[in-house]
Nanobody, 125 residues
Framework: QVQLVESGGGLVQAGGALRLSCAAS????????MAWFRQAPGKEREFVAV????????YYADSMKGRFTISRDNAKDTVYLQMNNLKPEDTAVYYC??????????????????WGQGTQVTVSS
């Protein structure tokens, strides 16, 4: 079993930045593909970004390209999401997730094996 714990959320003004972290409980997560999703109130969960096991491949939702950057530090068993130029519509609970393998754009839709509890990001206008 892998436990994922997100942190770094908070309240920020539009145009500001936040860096989210997702710490894993087991070193074996270093072989996993890791992703970020988000869910705004009253909306379905939305894919944000994904990174393969060694950081060599990434994929982003179109609306996040150029503003968000996913990265990982396998020595720390941690995945990050750097969010810049935040907008009020970015307000949501952000979740990290883990699975094995890589399938390009399909990573936005496939089932993930493990999920964190989420961290709230609120962007004020």
């Amino acid at each position: 079993q892998v436990q994922l714990v997100e942190s770094g959320g908070g309240l920020v003004q539009a145009g500001g930045a936040l860096r989210l972290s997702c710490a894993a409980s087991r070193r074996t997560v270093n072989t996993y593909t890791m992703a970020w999703f988000r869910q705004a109130p009253g909306k379905e969960r939305e894919f944000v970004a994904v990174i393969d096991w060694n950081g060599g491949r990434t994929y982003y939702a179109d609306s996040m390209k150029g503003r968000f950057t996913i990265s990982r530090d396998n020595a720390k068993d941690t995945v990050y999401l750097q969010m810049n130029n935040l907008k009020p519509e970015d307000t949501a609970v952000y979740y990290c997730a883990a699975t094995q393998g890589w399938s390009g754009q399909r990573m936005a839709y496939i089932p993930y094996d493990y999920w964190g509890q989420g961290t709230q990001v609120t962007v004020s206008s």
